[in-house]
T-cell receptor, first 114, second 113 residues
Framework: GDSVTQMEGPVTLSEEAFLTINCTYT??????LFWYVQYPGEGLQLLLK?????DKGSNKGFEATYRKETTSFHLEKGSVQVSDSAVYFC?????????????FGQGTILTVHP | KAGVTQTPRYLIKTRGQQVTLSCSPI?????VSWYQQTPGQGLQFLFE???????NKGNFPGRFSGRQFSNSRSEMNVSTLELGDSALYLC????????????FGSGTQLSVL
């Protein structure tokens, strides 16, 4: 079945450092790909989305490019802030009749120090 | 536009009891999905409702059930609670048309003692 694999965490960075969180997927066809973020004590928020190969999703300084050839959707940010500390999830719609169902990676905890 | 609202925010129950969680979706959204989040298992899909009908279901026992009302509000019920049911239960709403962009509530933190 469809699956998502995220890099092992946690990730600890200093403010203004460059961030990469790796995500690779296994899927039938070319599904939309998502990054969600979960701040402490909150639910998940959609961070960005890409719907087809070579699409680049971007939001709040974060970017991710849908790479069909490497089945990857890595999340990047050029200069992280303390406020970016959160858990980041890569996700894709589950295969078949997948109404409301996303398959999530295990999540990557990011901590940014001043 | 108001977001997804889940109530209550926290719940403490004992084994064997039953619990009902509530979710009000974003206005205009007809689909409501439920997820269980635990440190060990991550995010797991429970079920999805659209126009009062369950369209999709995850791999959870029958103790977990849900329903959706005509105003799209949804409830989730867990009967005969077990210690392992302790989790953050998240509700998400969407248009239900297949875009799969989900909008999540803040969740209900359930502790089973």
């Amino acid at each position: 079945g469809d699956s998502v694999t995220q890099m092992e965490g946690p990730v600890t960075l200093s403010e203004e450092a460059f961030l990469t969180i790796n995500c690779t997927y296994t899927a039938t066809g070319y599904p939309s790909l998502f990054w969600y973020v979960q701040y402490p004590g909150e639910g998940l928020q959609l961070l960005l989305k890409a719907t087809k190969a070579d699409d680049k999703g971007s939001n709040k300084g974060f970017e991710a490019t849908y790479r069909k050839e490497t089945t990857s959707f890595h999340l990047e940010k050029g200069s992280v802030q303390v406020s970016d500390s959160a858990v980041y999830f890569c996700a894709l719609p589950a295969g078949g009749t997948s109404y409301g169902k996303l398959t999530f990676g295990q999540g990557t905890i990011l901590t940014v120090h001043p | 536009k108001a977001g997804v609202t889940q109530t209550p925010r926290y719940l403490i129950k004992t084994r064997g009891q039953q619990v009902t969680l509530s979710c009000s979706p974003i206005s205009g959204h007809r689909s409501v999905s439920w997820y269980q989040q635990t440190p060990g298992q991550g995010l797991q899909f429970l079920f999805e409702y659209f126009s009062e009908t369950q369209r999709n279901k995850g791999n959870f026992p029958g103790r977990f059930s849900g329903r959706q009302f005509s105003n799209s509000r949804s409830e989730m019920n867990v009967s005969t609670l077990e210690l392992g049911d302790s989790a953050l239960y998240l509700c998400a709403s969407s248009s239900g048309t297949g875009d799969e962009k989900l909008f999540f509530g803040s969740g209900t933190q359930l502790s089973v003692l």
